[in-house]
């Protein structure tokens, strides 16, 4: 969703409260799309600073659909986003991309809720999520989900650089 910031930056000192609809419908991360399981509007203070600034204030609490990273299992993950930007429009974009203020959720006199949302999501993303602390995850050989049931697979792990070794030691056990 688009905001016209022309008519905060109008009158000094001027203050808009908005409830802005959240419109993405899934977030990108690394290459795979997760969805949210809940999503609320966002809410947005602007205030006009004076001299060309404005400061963008606001937040929303949502839940994203992500996966185990052990067993692949489904988790809603609640995250509770809250950001405080001021933009200073004398400056160019280029001006304030090189000041390390990538304002790329600004166009022109325009704020992209969506697209400073999506920003803040990738910031807070978690590395790794565990459906609980113990997961055992899933078996190397048969992809059996160890937490819910168990499997006679093999589980010795053997150093494959030690394999000859291994083998000669087989075979005197045959003799």
Do not use: W
Not at 32 to 50: D, M, Q, R, W
Not at 74 to 79: K, N, R, W
Not at 95 to 124: A, P, Q, S
């Amino acid at each position: 969703m688009l905001i016209s910031l022309s008519e905060i930056m109008t009158t000094k000192d001027k203050v808009a409260k908005i409830d802005a609809p959240l419109e993405l419908e899934s977030v990108e991360y690394q290459g795979t799309s997760y969805g949210f399981a809940h999503k609320e509007p966002v809410e947005l203070t602007i205030t006009n600073l004076g001299d060309k600034v404005v400061l963008i204030e606001g937040g929303t609490d949502i839940s994203l659909t992500l996966y185990c990273g052990r067993c692949l299992k489904e988790i809603v993950h609640p995250m509770e986003i809250r950001f405080q930007k001021e933009v200073d429009f004398k400056l160019s974009e280029e001006e304030r991309t090189e000041g390390l203020d990538e304002t790329n959720y600004i166009i022109g006199y325009n704020l992209d809720v969506d697209t400073l949302i999506y920003e803040e999501i990738l910031i807070d993303f978690p590395m790794k999520l565990l459906c609980r602390e113990d997961c055992k995850g899933l078996c190397e050989k048969c992809g059996i989900n160890l937490n819910e049931n168990t499997c006679d697979c093999d589980t010795q792990h053997y150093d494959p650089r030690m394999s000859v070794i291994r083998d000669i030691f087989n075979n005197f056990k045959e003799v």
